[in-house]
């Protein structure tokens, strides 16, 4: 038996996605003090969804995606669901770009994580609007959009270095 066919080994490269996706989502829901100035904040959870779902599409559970999005809704001040609806929503377009991309590396990933991004916080934006019958006022949309596009090339970069050591962890 090979290294690479050991149970940790496999292990270890198929909760690294989901751990990931889940702490960034955790830090997400907690507001980074560092940014809490600008009342408006990186959006690490969909970061994590996006560049994991590009690097690796089998690794990153729907099932967790849905959970995560109820908890973040349930903490949250929006409507049930609307979470839950956009990571899906976020993992199925993102689906969609990695089969038309040729290899998920930082460049090419940053480029189009832009209007995935934009995509997503105005699906947001509309179905907050939708469900409270009434759109509410885009206030830091447009703020944490370009924050969180300059801090994806940081994540992605971690998110990389963090693959790498996960690949060879034996847990």
Do not use: K
């Amino acid at each position: 038996m090979s290294a690479t066919d050991r149970p940790s080994v496999t292990l270890g490269r198929r909760i690294v996605p989901p751990v990931c996706i889940t702490l960034a989502t955790l830090l997400h829901l907690a507001r980074l003090p560092m940014v809490e100035w600008l009342s408006a904040a990186p959006a690490l959870n969909l970061i994590a969804i996006y560049y994991w779902t590009l690097a690796r599409p089998n690794r990153v559970p729907f099932w967790l995606l849905f959970v995560l999005g109820l908890i973040a809704d349930s903490i949250s001040t929006a409507p049930l669901g609307v979470h839950a609806l956009l990571y899906f929503g976020g993992y199925l377009l993102a689906r969609m770009i990695r089969r038309r991309m040729e290899s998920p590396s930082l460049l090419p990933m940053w480029g189009v994580f832009a209007p995935w991004l934009l995509v997503l916080l105005l699906g947001e934006w509309l179905l907050a609007g939708w469900q409270r019958e009434a759109l509410p006022p885009l206030g830091a949309l447009p703020l944490q959009w370009i924050i969180s596009i300059f801090f994806y090339p940081l994540l992605h970069l971690l998110f990389d270095r963090v693959l790498t050591y996960g690949q060879r962890w034996r847990l």
